[in-house]
């Protein structure tokens, strides 16, 4: 975490390990330190409490595993573009 609020990415991809609560302080600590920064749950399996969790911790996309290169960034680019909509209307 230290590393990634050093470099201040513009973009995160994790995978939290669970979708406990435990796993989701992880996702607060990171929205906490890099609230700029776009976030995408890495995950075998998403149920919609699941998603619906994650989205509400400020998580803005998701990529299932297992994945190859052309969904990832598929998956990145839509929610992208999704996201500068929502700014351009403001």
Known sequence: ?????KLHPQLV???LG???EAAFEKLATI???LPKAVV???SG???AATVQAA???GV????????NAVNVLTSIRKTIIKLARQHSTL
Not at 1 to 5: E, P
Not at 60 to 67: A, D, M, S, Y
């Open 55 to 57: 989205a509400e911790r």
């Open 1 to 5: 975490m230290a590393a990634m609020v």
């Open 60 to 67: 803005h996309g998701f990529i299932v595993k297992p994945f």
């Open 45 to 47: 399996q998403f149920d």
């Open 40 to 42: 995408f749950l890495v």
């Open 18 to 20: 669970g979708t406990d």
């Open 13 to 15: 991809c994790i995978d």
């Open 31 to 33: 929205r906490a330190g």
